[in-house]
């Protein structure tokens, strides 16, 4: 730029000859001529140009032209409204001006450009004091700017598009972004297949005023199966030329399309499994609530004649027949209860279980609970602990269903313990009662503890004394807890024993004002016998009822004289009342 001023003939210029230029001219040409920031010198009543090297890129096309030539000819595109006003405000006050990202709309290259720039405008003074120019140092900041523009709306969309549901809803979400920030895309056309799904304000309009060159169609691959291919039309920015990075924008932004049509048709589909799951689930417990009460009638139905000749003294049963009823007697109990227990469950999944909650002496209840487990536990060889400190206040429990929490936790214990104690312990806190129920048994894996309470679930491989049952009994236990705010947790280590603890509030804040109920003294509750009968045929033939042992006798003859042949069988089975059952059809011939 120093051989340019040099050679130029600056006498036909409004500056006239450089011998005549005052010292401060001089001067201050030659302090931009050397320096590497981007520096223009805008000079005299016209504003006439001067820049240094490092300013070339500024104008572009205009270089060298625009050398030597008054402001309102380099820079006419940006003078009447924005420079002169800029320069004429420095030069009439004397006091510089400065501003950052600065918006000008230069024609460098042929065409409007959006160009940002740092601009520092100062006062260059002459001899006598006044304001002879205003010397501009600007630093481009377009790159970043657009940059920084472009990633904003980039994130914008990810974050929208994370909230898409559907395809249909990740186009509009697209849509909706890209015209809160048009800056980069003018306008945009969102499609499926060949149907427009949505589309900025003004769309179509734009689109057909618009120039081949100004217009991208951008394809989006299919998501799934059934949803088609996307199309996205955008309208580019006329005022920022179309290079490598503007069009990797653009194709990031199809791509943001694109995984968002992926992750809301992966939504879709999981929605639509849950969807079946949850009518699945809810067809299984209306088909639970339907089979348990048809079975619960004819079962009743069978239990209370089969009680009412077991109880008939006028007529005696003899000792075979009443064998034999007494064996469907327990059984069809035991049936009855694990029906009652789907029953329970299904309600309480259906929301019409009929809770009623009385104030309770829950010690001295929950200590009569396990009392009745006492024999059953003792002829197992196990210790029962029961420590059930009194509470300064009754608590609201239904009774029926705290009965089923404690007998299926002391079921479940003496099924899993061989030897040591059972401990059935009551404890009042702060606003809340704990029960424990804690076992010397086999212990839990600690990989099956989180799944203890789901429905059904049962710990393979796990030695018990029977491997018969629901799975659903722990399942009601926190089911039961809920019903009442609390709830149930676990803690155990294979070898050493389990402890289940259920805590439920005191008082009635957190319980429904219609549910509740008066008083009733306690009794000993029949809901009890069927779980301490059926834990009776747990334990070794040896503690079987006597009336059992007396069908065994009946048949010794005819098994001793078959014991003297060489043919034996061994019958193994986890059912007491199958393995007796069996050895009399066998005992007469092995």
């Not at 320096?35 to 270089?63: C, E, M």
């Not at 943001?256 to 939504?267: D, E, H, K, P």
């Not at 329970?344 to 009569?368: C, M, N, Q, V």
Request: charged content about 25%; aromatic content about 8%; glycine content about 8%.
């Amino acid at each position: 730029m120093g051989a340019r001023m040099r050679a130029l003939d600056w006498s036909a210029s409004p500056l006239g000859s450089v011998d005549a230029w005052p010292q401060s001219l001089r001067s201050t040409v030659s302090m931009l001529l050397p320096s590497r920031a981007q520096i223009i010198l805008f000079w005299g009543s016209t504003f006439v140009v001067l820049y240094n090297d490092a300013y070339r890129p500024v104008f572009g096309a205009k270089h060298p032209q625009v050398l030597g030539v008054p402001g309102a000819e380099a820079w006419k595109e940006i003078w009447d409204g924005q420079l002169h006003p800029l320069l004429a405000g420095v030069a009439r006050t004397g006091e510089a001006f400065w501003a950052k990202d600065l918006l000008f709309d230069l024609e460098r290259h042929g065409f409007p450009e959006e160009t940002y720039f740092d601009v520092s405008y100062d006062p260059i003074r002459v001899e006598s004091g006044e304001v002879g120019g205003v010397y501009c140092i600007v630093t481009e900041t377009t790159d970043r700017v657009v940059g920084e523009r472009r990633l904003a709306l980039l994130n914008s969309l990810a974050k929208r598009n994370a909230t898409a549901r559907t395809p249909r809803e990740a186009c509009v979400l697209t849509t909706e972004t890209l015209a809160m920030k048009p800056q980069d895309i003018v306008f945009a056309l969102a499609y499926l297949g060949d149907e427009l799904q949505s589309c900025t304000p003004g769309a179509r309009e734009q689109w057909a005023a618009s120039k081949p060159a100004f217009v991208r169609e951008l394809a989006i691959g299919s998501s799934g199966p059934d949803v088609p291919a996307g199309r996205l039309i955008v309208g580019l920015n006329p005022r920022r030329p179309l290079d490598d990075q503007y069009g990797a924008f653009v194709d990031l932004v199809a791509d943001q399309l694109g995984t968002a049509l992926v992750n809301a048709r992966a939504y879709e589909q999981e929605r639509q499994r849950a969807e079946a799951l949850a009518a699945l689930d809810k067809a299984k417990t209306t088909f639970f609530s339907n089979i348990s009460h048809e079975f619960r009638t004819p079962l009743t139905l069978l239990v209370g004649p089969i009680e009412d000749g077991l109880a008939d003294t006028g007529t005696p049963l003899a000792p075979v027949h009443r064998e034999r009823l007494e064996l469907a007697h327990r059984n069809s109990r035991r049936l009855l209860r694990l029906v009652n227990a789907l029953l329970d469950f299904s309600r309480i999944e259906a929301g019409r279980i009929d809770a009623h909650y009385e104030p309770t002496d829950l010690p001295r209840l929950t200590g009569e609970l396990a009392s009745v487990f006492r024999s059953a536990i003792e002829q197992a060889g196990l210790e029962l602990v029961v420590d059930c400190d009194p509470l300064p206040e009754p608590v609201y429990v239904d009774r029926d269903m705290w009965e089923k929490v404690v007998l299926n936790l002391l079921s479940n214990a003496l099924k899993f313990t061989f030897e040591g104690r059972i401990t059935v312990a009551l404890r009042g806190g702060p606003g809340l009662v704990e029960l424990r129920v804690t076992d010397t048994g086999v212990g839990i894996p600690r990989t099956e503890l989180p799944r203890m309470f789901e429905r059904f679930h049962r710990v393979k491989h796990s030695r018990a004394r029977t491997h018969e049952g629901t799975g659903i009994g722990l399942a009601l236990v926190q089911e039961l807890a809920r019903l009442h705010g609390g709830g149930v947790t676990v803690a155990s280590e294979e070898g050493r024993g389990t402890t289940f603890t259920v805590t439920i509030p005191t008082g009635i804040s957190h319980l429904p004002g219609e549910r509740m109920a008066a008083a009733r003294p306690l009794s000993t509750p029949d809901t009890a016998i069927p779980f301490v009968e059926e834990a009776l045929h747990w334990l070794p033939t040896g503690n079987t009822p006597t009336v059992q042992e007396a069908a065994h006798a009946a048949v010794s003859d005819a098994h001793d004289q078959a014991s003297a042949s060489a043919a034996r069988v061994m019958v193994a089975d986890d059912n007491a009342d199958m393995r007796d059952y069996l050895r009399r059809i066998l005992g007469a011939h092995y």
